[in-house]
Nanobody, 127 residues
Framework: RVKLVESGGGSVQAGGSLRLSCLAS????????MGWFRQAPGNEREPLAA???????TYADSVRGRFTISRDDAKNTLYLQMGSLKPEDTAMYFC?????????????????????WGQGTQVTVSS
């Protein structure tokens, strides 16, 4: 199993940017699917972006064009660059991973297919 640790959350004003990081340790997957999710109080967990080891990326409509998922394999780190932030982006953000690259795209079933999860990092966007 892979240990995932998110960082980079914080408080920012609307229109601002943040970059979240997700450091993977303990095991290195040759093939992988990794994703970013968020959950606000009272809301269901929402998939935001997914990336596989073949470089295929997908995004939720709510963040497409504003958020970018990427990975530095040398650093075993997944990133989520967030721009044009809105108050409704306020949530706990999580990264997740699994050791396969097929079927790695943003949809309602993505969370259930990923075995490894981080503890989350809080993002708060004020108006």
């Amino acid at each position: 199993r892979v240990k995932l640790v998110e960082s980079g959350g914080g408080s920012v004003q609307a229109g601002g940017s943040l970059r979240l990081s997700c450091l993977a340790s303990g095991y290195t997957y040759t093939d992988y699917c990794m994703g970013w999710f968020r959950q606000a109080p009272g809301n269901e967990r929402e998939p935001l972006a997914a990336l596989n080891s073949r470089g295929y990326t997908t995004y939720a409509d709510s963040v497409r064009g504003r958020f970018t998922i990427s990975r530095d394999d040398a650093k075993n780190t997944l990133y989520l660059q967030m721009g044009s932030l809105k108050p409704e982006d306020t949530a706990m953000y999580f990264c997740a991973a699994d050791k396969r690259f097929l079927g790695c795209y943003v949809d309602d079933s993505l969370a259930g297919t990923l075995d490894d999860w981080g503890q989350g990092t809080q993002v708060t966007v004020s108006s």
